[in-house]
């Protein structure tokens, strides 16, 4: 069974804009992490925000929230105000417990326009 | 504090041909983790290694095989070579107690 879901293949934004990436996830592990990862066409994967599922409040890291709603078993990602250099594609994923893997998304790809 | 570093960045590679990609990770993490990207498979799972032992082995065949050294510097090698093998394979590194990973540039393989 998928564990992560992203339903989104593409998004084109204007720049300047918010735009919201989503992503659900699957587990009945109660104890599990939530990351979301950048990957530049250059390939590396760039850390973005982390969400842990006991976490009360929803994950910041400068222009990166994360919108966490446990009871959906959604966690979907924010970026404000877009810049032409956030083009690129985006991970979502998830470490479940003690495992020491991380099962990732499809991906959305994210394209912003000048 | 220099990041993951992965070796070679590109490889081509005949069918048949074995293959060994390395990967040093950040100084101090112990924990090293491989991952195969393709296009139609996305990312998966290849294995873990913490302290030298494999911890995790993800669902892939035998001539999937890593080992981890002393100095916590992974290598993986892939024996037999096929064109599905072709990919981009993705190291990470992690600390104890940390829930981050971080990933190398990765290396890019190609079979013909």
């Known amino acids: 069974a998928q564990k992560i879901t992203q339903t989104q293949p593409g998004m084109f934004v204007q720049e300047k804009e918010a735009v919201t990436l989503d992503c659900t996830y699957d587990t009945s592990d109660p104890s599990y992490g939530l990351f979301w990862y950048k990957q530049p066409s250059s390939g590396e994967m760039i850390f973005l925000i982390y969400?842990?599922?006991?976490?009360?409040q929803n994950a910041t890291e400068g222009r990166y929230s994360l919108n966490f709603q446990k009871a959906r078993k959604s966690a979907n990602l924010v970026i404000s105000a877009s810049q032409l250099g956030d083009s690129a594609m985006y991970f979502c994923a998830m470490r479940e417990g003690g495992a020491q893997k991380l099962v990732f998304g499809q991906g959305t790809r994210l394209t912003i326009n000048p | 504090k220099a990041g993951v570093t992965q070796t070679p960045r590109y490889l081509i590679k005949t069918r048949g041909q074995q293959v060994t990609l390395s990967c040093s990770p950040i100084s101090g993490h112990r924990s090293v983790s491989w991952y195969q990207q393709t296009p139609g498979q996305g990312l998966q799972f290849l294995f873990e290694y913490f302290s030298e032992t494999q911890r995790n082995k993800g669902n892939f065949p035998g001539r999937f095989s890593g080992r981890q050294f002393s100095n916590s510097r992974s290598e993986m090698n892939v024996s037999t070579l096929e064109l599905g093998d072709s990919a981009l394979y993705l190291c990470?590194?992690?600390?104890?107690?940390?829930?981050?990973?971080?990933f190398g540039s990765g290396t890019r393989l190609t079979v013909v």
């Open positions: 990470a590194s992690s600390s104890w107690g940390d829930y981050g990973y971080t």
């Open positions: 969400q842990g599922s006991y976490d009360q």
